[in-house]
């Protein structure tokens, strides 16, 4: 929808309270698009007090929740945040290199045997310091 201050150039109703808006008059005007291409348009007009008076009452009807953005942090001392950032880094760095390896040479299978080995042991230490990431567990 496209909302705009125009000023009145011929008398209409307004959308809110039904009474005439003079010419010559600021007035907010709306258009509402619907179907493909935008073959239907709808115009609507207020009075900017009524428009005013629309909006701050859809605001009460919808008062304002603050969302909060991103993953919930776990609530740990400084020393564990520490240790688990450290084991996730380890573990990472663990992962890419296992993804680098190439699975033409018999020795680079057993190097990624060996690596899983190693970030299953991480795992099993995350698993003390506030759980393992979901991204960790294996989908059999």
């Known amino acids: 929808m496209d909302i705009r201050m125009v000023w009145c150039k011929k008398q209409t109703k307004c959308r809110h309270c039904e009474e005439v808006i003079e010419t010559a008059t600021p007035m907010v005007m709306g258009r509402l698009y ?59 760095t663990l992962k890419s290199r296992k993804d680098k390896l190439s699975s033409d040479n018999p020795d680079n299978i057993l190097r990624a045997i060996s690596m899983e080995g190693k970030m299953a042991q991480i795992a099993k230490e995350m698993e003390e310091i506030g759980g393992v990431p979901q991204k960790w567990l294996i989908k059999v």
Do not use: M, V
């Open 34 to 92: 619907k179907g493909q291409r935008r073959k239907l348009t709808i115009t609507l007009y207020w009075h900017p007090q009524c428009w005013i008076a629309t909006e701050l009452a859809y605001l009460n009807d919808n008062p304002y929740t603050p969302g909060i953005r991103g993953r919930k942090r776990l609530s740990l001392p400084l020393d564990d945040q520490r240790k688990r950032f450290l084991l996730i880094r380890r573990y990472n």
